[in-house]
């Protein structure tokens, strides 16, 4: 191979490929000829235990404007809505500030139901931000159709609420007949209420001696009277010891055998409902006195009954239940139910004496 000359290249370096035999250390240049000395040759034990991983790497350069060594801003995301910039529009994801909707009002809820043809809640929502009316109603066609049969029915009858007016189309009553139905309804519920409002326990002990002490009574229907004891007090019928159950209904009075005798020569009665006694209604809205509560301003007071067999009788009034009073004496008391009666009379209130009104409480229901 050539020697290296003084001032000349250096020799290549090999690269890649298997090493080559270690090449013979060149001449020393001689004195006073300058020249650079040349680089040895690696060795192969060298290019063995070299990795390529060992090889540094440049430091790339730092961003401009960040310090090195101090640590980076947090990335922003993508839905993260920065600062406003000076005279510029908002951030891009920023929420726009928005008034808060007042609630809609009823006559708002109503008007717009009535206009749509739709459910109150269905119009609420509309004015809420929520469903149109009109996607309601393609979505519901078969509901929004009764709606409209509602809607025309109350133009029809003015007055008529939404609720009466569903309740006349599926119960397939004329208006007259579905109100009449509803207004019996209403007063049986209202009877029901006022009974709750009255202490029954006075008229139930009552009735308890009568079992216990197993009094013998005289039992007065509407045809005939009765002398039997009584056994027990059901909800809707008495049982006797003789006659056996009896319904409540078929009552008109009860006393005790020896009070009895002794008052019925002096009664009055009247011939008509005593050839044909009155019927009573299965109904306590169609009878003629089914609230106890009228009664009740009159405890101590002689009132005066009119039975629907014809028997009359004035006597002082003791108590009053849910369903019977009781006139009389103590001790001597008659028992005689709200079912049974046709007429009531009393005095006056002292209150109230200069009101005609005032002077009889009008009947549940015209009998």
Do not use: C
């Amino acid at each position: 191979m050539p020697r290296p000359t003084a001032g000349g290249a250096p020799p290549p370096r090999p690269r890649g490929g298997a090493p080559t035999a270690p090449r013979p250390a060149p001449p020393l240049a001689p004195a006073g000829v300058s020249g650079p000395s040349p680089r040895p040759a690696p060795s192969p034990a060298g290019l063995a235990t070299a990795s390529p991983s060992a090889t540094p790497r440049p430091s790339s350069p730092s961003a401009p404007g960040v310090t090195p060594g101090a640590p980076r801003p947090p990335p922003r995301g993508p839905g993260a809505g920065g600062p406003a910039r000076a005279g510029g529009p908002p951030g891009r994801f920023a929420p726009r500030p928005s008034t808060p909707r007042p609630p809609p009002t009823p006559e708002q809820i109503l008007a717009l139901a009535t206009r749509e043809h739709v459910p109150a809640r269905i119009a609420k929502g509309e004015l809420e931000g929520k469903m149109k009316a009109r996607i309601w109603r393609k979505l519901h066609a078969e509901e929004a159709k009764r709606f409209d049969q509602v809607y025309e029915l109350m133009g029809q009858t003015p007055g008529l609420s939404l609720g009466d007016a569903f309740g006349i189309l599926q119960s397939g009553l004329t208006v007259q007949e579905f109100m009449a139905r509803k207004e019996r309804s209403q007063r049986k519920a209202a009877i029901k209420q006022a009974r709750g409002q009255v202490d029954n326990s006075l008229v139930a002990d009552f009735l308890g001696a009568f079992i216990e002490q197993k009094t013998e009574l005289s039992v007065v229907l509407a045809e005939r009277s009765l002398l039997d004891t009584l056994l027990a007090e059901e909800a809707i019928a008495f049982t006797f010891e003789r006659t056996g159950r009896l319904e409540k209904l078929q009552v008109v009075l009860i006393a005790r055998r020896g009070d009895w005798e002794r008052l019925m020569p002096n009664l009055e009665r009247d011939a008509k409902l005593t050839q044909k006694p009155a019927q009573v209604a299965r109904q306590p809205d169609k009878r003629p006195y089914s609230d106890p509560r009228p009664f009740l301003p009159h405890i101590g007071q002689t009132v005066k009954l009119v039975l629907r067999n014809g028997i009359t009788v004035e006597a002082p009034l003791l108590r009053v239940g849910r369903f019977d009073v009781l006139l009389g004496e103590p001790g001597h008391e008659l028992f005689v139910p709200l079912h049974a009666l046709l007429r009531f009379e009393a005095p006056p209130a002292p209150a109230e004496a200069a009101s005609d009104d005032a002077a009889e409480p009008k009947p549940d229901a015209a009998g």
